[in-house]
C-alpha cells in the first residue's frame, strides 16, 4: 500500500489564483481530513469527510472548499488564493467503525506559497 | 474549547540521553485520546504513542513513554536512550472519541523541536 498521497508536493501560486491540492489514499479508509501548518504551529483542521458524499467543516474552513465523490479521493480547492493561505497542507486518513477511534495516517504535505 | 500547550519551543540533548516533552490540555471531558506525533524534517506526521484517558496505566513504545497526569491534566513524553534519529518536530494532541460515524477531531499544541546531538 501507498498509504496516503498527495500532490502536488510544493507550489507558487500568485494572488488571486486556484488550484488543487490532490490527496489519495488506498488503505479504503472511511475518514479523511485537510490540516494546514503554518510557521511555527501545529496543525489546524481545515475540512473532514466521513464518507464519500459527505463533508464537513472544520476549524479553519474559510477560503476552502472539499469534495468527496470516492472513498479513495479527497481535494482540497483553493478559490482566489490569497498570502494568508501559505502553508504546509497535510492530507489525512482514518478507519472508524462506530464509536471506535483509530490512528490518522498523513500524507507527505504539500508546501504551498502565495506571492 | 479544547487547547493543548507545549511550553517548550526548543529541546536539545546528547545522543544516549533521556529527554522529557511536556504537554498541558485544557478540557473539560472525562474520556478523550491523547497523542504524540514526531514531524522529522521529511515533514511526515508519525504516531509515536497515544494514551486513552480511561486507563490508569502510561502507555509505552520501546524507548518512549509517557507520564499521564489526568488530574492536573498533564502528558508528557519520555525518550530513553536518545537517538540521531529522535531529532524531529514533537507535537502533542488531544482528541475527544466521536460519536457514532464521527469524524477524529485532533487538536495539536505548537510542538517542540527536539535536537539530538552525537
Known amino acids: 500500500n501507498a498509504g496516503v498521497t498527495q500532490t502536488p508536493k510544493f507550489r507558487i501560486l500568485k494572488i488571486g489564483q486556484s488550484m488543487t491540492l490532490q490527496c489519495t489514499q488506498d488503505?479504503?479508509?472511511?475518514?479523511m481530513y485537510w490540516y494546514r501548518q503554518d510557521p511555527g504551529m501545529g496543525l489546524k483542521l481545515i475540512y473532514y469527510?466521513?464518507?464519500?458524499?459527505?463533508?464537513d467543516k472544520g476549524e479553519v474552513p474559510n477560503g476552502y472548499n472539499v469534495s468527496r465523490s470516492t472513498t479513495e479521493d479527497f481535494p482540497l480547492r483553493l478559490e482566489l488564493a490569497a498570502p494568508s493561505q501559505t502553508s504546509v497542507y497535510f492530507c489525512?486518513?482514518?478507519?472508524?467503525?462506530?464509536?471506535?477511534?483509530?490512528?490518522?495516517?498523513f500524507g507527505p504535505g504539500t508546501r504551498l506559497t502565495v506571492l | 474549547a479544547q487547547t493543548v500547550t507545549q511550553s517548550q519551543p526548543e529541546m536539545s540533548v546528547q545522543e544516549a540521553e533521556t529527554v522529557t516533552l511536556s504537554c498541558t490540555y485544557d478540557?473539560?471531558?472525562?474520556?478523550?485520546?491523547l497523542f504524540w506525533y514526531k514531524q522529522p524534517p521529511s515533514r511526515q506526521m508519525i504516531l509515536v504513542i497515544r494514551?486513552?484517558?480511561?486507563?490508569?496505566q502510561n502507555a509505552t513504545e520501546n524507548r518512549f513513554s509517557v507520564n499521564f497526569q489526568k488530574a492536573a491534566k498533564s502528558f508528557s513524553l519520555k525518550i530513553s536512550d536518545s537517538q540521531l534519529g529522535d531529532t524531529a518536530m514533537y507535537f502533542c494532541?488531544?482528541?475527544?472519541?466521536?460519536?457514532?460515524?464521527?469524524?477524529?477531531?485532533?487538536?495539536f499544541g505548537q510542538g517542540t523541536r527536539l535536537t539530538i546531538n552525537p
Open positions: 488503505m479504503n479508509h472511511n475518514y
Open positions: 494514551q486513552e484517558a480511561y486507563k490508569q
Open positions: 469527510s466521513v464518507g464519500a458524499g459527505i463533508t
Open positions: 478540557t473539560s471531558e472525562n474520556n478523550y485520546y
Open positions: 489525512a486518513s482514518s478507519y472508524s467503525l462506530g464509536p471506535s477511534t483509530d490512528t490518522q495516517y
Open positions: 494532541a488531544f482528541m475527544i472519541p466521536p460519536l457514532l460515524r464521527g469524524a477524529q477531531k485532533l487538536v
